[in-house]
């Protein structure tokens, strides 16, 4: 289970920067 969820931590990390970027 710890493995998913640190996936999961992973992907949003990506994904903010993803959003952030454009925004900064």
Do not use: Q
């Amino acid at each position: 289970m710890n493995s998913v969820i640190d996936r999961l931590n992973e992907a949003f990390s990506d994904f903010c920067c993803l959003i952030n970027v454009p925004f900064s």
